[in-house]
């Protein structure tokens, strides 16, 4: 389970520490800096693990806004870049003011549903390195680029009609209560982990579906966009830039080796830097399977044609499904777990648009289906895990989220309002929200 991983990873912090631990003795930091040095090169080994891969994660915000931005119209693209450089900006502040020690709480109520020490961080100073084996600020910052990621999913179903300040104030509220929250139940040792053996290594659920159910609720309150649909028809609206879309799924990808492999928690060991390299090979290859998976599906169902945001959104469908479990599998395996993610992804667009929920970049599919796919089939591999503890993890996010979920956009709608008018989606939220359009070369010549 991740949350012991993260404190036994790193191993002893060295003879004198244990002794004055066995006696109860309080260390000095000069102590504690010696233990750490017998350590040999394990903490600086795992505290860069965490700060490379902190790094790689954060590039994932890159993806996320070159995606959307690439598969919204061209008079949306302003808006949408400029939604996902705040929403980072946001995230991080409120995992910084409260979220991480709503993650990883000092204390819980009701069975460890909840944490009870909402408060901002601090700990970076050499003063505060206990016996995790790592710089503490890394561990701060690799969990907190996580946090963006799930408000990022939320970004990419909901644009082209939403508010700017009335979703950032929804980010706030997700990235400081909601997904920590989900998040303590298993990384924090709370009550999936304590309870039910819950196991999701990376976050399919915890990250990825979390923002899922989050963005399915909030498709469904603010409604789709204008002209989307008429009666059963389906107005398709293309997106303005799909070599853009493709070069932010290929950053996503390569951001997934840092959000999975780095997940191990631990470098300073030949077993621990062993497993980041599987789950490197792990994560590619289950991507690798999404594509091919998603290709073969378009070309039967539309006729030897293939449909390229199918296959960006199969990428991703086959990296979240791996994101449970990417060290257990074996590579076959890992590819046929990112395939059925690329079709699961191919057969949900559809149905969505049969309930007429507007899902702009295809997020629901890939994040929230794949998500519960990828958590539901890691007893599969990994025998610590049960499909029951699985069940019940996926369930109790799914009604928390939306329940919370729900109450914070009914607010928004019922006071700010979350939905732009009909003519502004006409003139495009680039002009109607950010007052600066994204192409005005080519939206002049085209008026």
């Known amino acids: 389970m991740q949350y012991l991983r993260k404190f036994v990873g790193a191993g002893a912090l060295g003879l004198a520490a244990l002794n004055a631990s066995a006696f109860g003795q309080e260390l000095s930091v000069e102590e504690r800096l010696v233990a750490l040095e017998s350590q040999g090169s394990a903490y600086v080994d795992n505290s860069y693990l965490f700060l490379i891969g902190g790094l790689i994660v954060m590039l994932m915000a890159a993806g996320f806004l070159c995606l959307e931005a690439g598969l919204v119209r061209s008079k949306n693209a302003a808006m949408q870049s400029t939604k996902n450089v705040a929403l980072f900006s946001v995230a991080g502040l409120m995992f910084w003011l409260v979220g991480y020690n709503m993650a990883y709480p000092s204390s819980t109520l009701f069975n460890g549903l909840l944490g009870t020490s909402p408060a901002p961080w601090s700990g970076g100073d050499v003063s505060a390195v206990g016996d995790a084996g790592y710089a503490p600020a890394s561990d701060w910052f690799f969990q907190m680029v996580f946090v963006a990621t799930a408000a990022s999913i939320v970004s990419g179903t909901v644009a082209e009609r939403v508010k700017l300040w009335p979703f950032l104030i929804f980010t706030a509220i997700l990235t400081a209560f909601i997904y920590p929250i989900v998040?303590?139940?298993?990384?924090?040792?709370?009550?999936?982990?304590?309870?039910?053996?819950?196991s999701d290594f990376a976050g399919s659920?915890?990250?990825?579906?979390?923002?899922?159910?989050a963005a399915l609720v909030g498709a469904i309150i603010i409604?789709?966009?204008?002209?989307?649909?008429?009666?059963?028809?389906?107005?398709?609206?293309?997106g303005s830039n799909i070599p853009l879309a493709a070069l932010g799924t290929f950053i996503l990808w390569f951001g997934w080796f840092g959000f999975n492999g780095?997940?191990?928690?631990?470098?300073?060991?030949?077993?621990?830097?062993n497993s980041v390299a599987v789950i490197f090979a792990n994560t590619n290859m289950a991507a690798v399977g999404g594509v091919l998976g998603a290709m073969g599906l378009t070309t039967v169902l539309y006729k030897g044609k293939v449909d390229a945001t199918m296959v960006f959104n199969g990428a991703i469908g086959g990296l979240v499904s791996i994101t449970a479990e990417p060290l257990m599998p074996s590579m076959g395996l890992s590819v046929l777990i990112g395939a059925v993610g690329g079709v699961l992804v191919v057969l949900t667009v559809p149905s969505l648009d049969k309930l007429k929920i507007d899902d702009v970049v295809g997020a629901i599919p890939a994040h929230l289906v794949c998500g519960i796919w990828g958590t539901m089939i890691v007893p599969l591999s990994n025998a610590d895990a049960s499909f029951v503890g699985q069940l019940v993890g996926v369930v109790l996010t799914g009604v928390f989220v939306?329940?919370?979920?729900?109450?914070?956009?009914?607010?928004?709608?019922?006071?700010?309002?979350?939905?732009?008018?009909?003519?502004?989606?006409?003139?495009?939220?680039d002009r109607a929200e950010i007052g600066l359009e994204a192409y005005p070369e080519f939206a002049s010549a085209s008026r």
């Open 223 to 238: 409604g789709p966009r204008t002209g989307k649909y008429f009666g059963k028809q389906v107005n398709p609206m293309p």
């Open 205 to 213: 659920t915890l990250v990825h579906s979390t923002g899922g159910w």
């Open 183 to 198: 998040a303590s139940w298993e990384w924090g040792g709370g009550y999936l982990d304590s309870a039910w053996g819950f």
């Open 262 to 273: 780095a997940s191990q928690l631990a470098a300073g060991t030949i077993s621990d830097i």
């Open 402 to 429: 939306s329940i919370a979920s729900a109450i914070v956009w009914t607010l928004l709608k019922l006071t700010l309002g979350v939905r732009v008018s009909d003519e502004d989606q006409m003139l495009g939220l």
